[in-house]
């Protein structure tokens, strides 16, 4: 698999494996699936494995630590995330997790970008993954945040990189223009963007893009499906678009790019993989996996080839920004050989 990298940023596989689903994203996940999503993964050839204290209060990272336990530490890259400490709530756990994940509310999540809370986050993190460091960390969803989060929040990491604790650092959100305020203001290495970078949004095109390139700050593009609408060959009615549902102008614009990739002899969740890797600021595309089956499919997805003609058209349609076929040839200067 190929990997990437910017000026500031580690080297990462094209393709991550996003660990929401091992701490049981909306419903159970067991821990055989658990386990072969993470080794379908490894043998695929991803190397950037993302999880947070948040994905089911900390199972994600005992999960990915254990599966990764027996790999060799320098061949692969692990993020993780702060700002949501989880705060033991012995009271509640007896109830299930409000928060999406199926598992018990034995923790509360505590917003808390202090360094205090930093520390005893990234803390915990490390222990549950069996890491004495972590490879990238990100500020998570500082959305209403952001005067502790890009102060505190940031010289803590900082003071933690320096110390070698942490490698690189950066923020997670689901939207672009507070991502680009800390490449513009702060000391990061590399972002992720969720949602914002896909077939159907490209408001990360506007600012956040050019300026990560232009300061060598790596993008990382999550939630390429925008949460179910582009992962099927065909959009179904019910399909959700940032876990709402799609409405019907968003039904018909992926449709009409599922057409256009027919005709290329492509599909949708294929195209949906491969068009934020045309943008050469962007490192690695993150993909969620249940099971070994889902891992596989990821990786083969990422493999299917696309044509440039394809994003030709959907550019002469304008169901792509203008210039977004000129980029097909940008990766391959960050692009290097297979892990």
């Known amino acids: 698999m190929r990997t990437r990298t910017c000026a500031r940023t580690p080297r990462l596989t094209e393709l991550g494996l996003g660990a929401a689903q091992l701490g049981n994203l909306a419903r159970m996940t067991s821990d055989e699936d658990a386990r072969g ?18 994905y089911g209060l900390g199972l994600s990272e005992r999960r990915l630590g254990a599966a990764l336990a027996q790999r060799p530490r320098a061949e ?77 929040g940031v010289d803590t990491l900082v003071e933690l990189r320096d110390q070698g604790v942490v490698k690189a650092l950066g923020a997670g959100m689901n939207q672009a223009g507070m991502l680009t305020e800390f490449i513009r203001r702060c000391d990061v290495n590399v972002v992720m963007v969720a949602g914002r970078h ?20 790596g993008v990382v593009a999550a939630a390429v499906y925008n949460s179910g609408l582009l992962s099927a060959p065909r959009p179904p009615v019910s399909a959700t678009y940032d876990y709402q ?15 256009v990739c027919e005709r290329h002899d492509s599909s949708l969740p294929v195209a949906a993989i491969a068009y934020p890797l045309l943008h050469p600021a962007v490192t690695s ?47 391959d200067a960050a692009s290097d050989a297979a892990v």
């Open 76 to 152: 692969y890259t692990v993020s993780t995330k702060v700002g949501r400490l989880l705060v033991p709530s012995p009271e509640t756990k007896h109830l299930q997790d409000d928060g999406g994940f199926a598992v018990p509310a034995a923790f509360r999540r505590s917003w808390d970008f202090s360094r205090d809370g930093i520390l005893r986050s990234l803390e915990g993190s490390m222990e549950r993954l069996g890491l004495d460091h972590i490879d990238i960390v990100y500020l998570h969803d500082p959305d209403h945040h952001w005067q502790e989060a890009s102060t505190t």
């Open 198 to 217: 896909t077939l159907l949004d490209h408001s990360a095109q506007d600012d956040l893009l050019p300026l990560a390139q232009e300061r060598g700050v």
């Open 285 to 331: 595309v993150v993909l969620g996996a249940r099971d070994a089956v889902q891992s596989r499919t990821n990786a083969d997805r990422l493999a299917a080839p696309v044509p440039d003609a394809l994003w030709e058209e959907l550019t002469r349609l304008g169901l792509l920004p203008e210039g977004s076929a000129a980029q097909a040839a940008g990766p």
């Open 245 to 259: 549902p799609a409405s019907r102008e968003l039904l018909g614009r992926a449709a009409a790019i599922a057409d």
């Open 37 to 54: 999503a993470v080794d379908a993964a490894w043998e695929s050839g991803v190397r950037y494995f993302d999880t947070a204290p948040h």
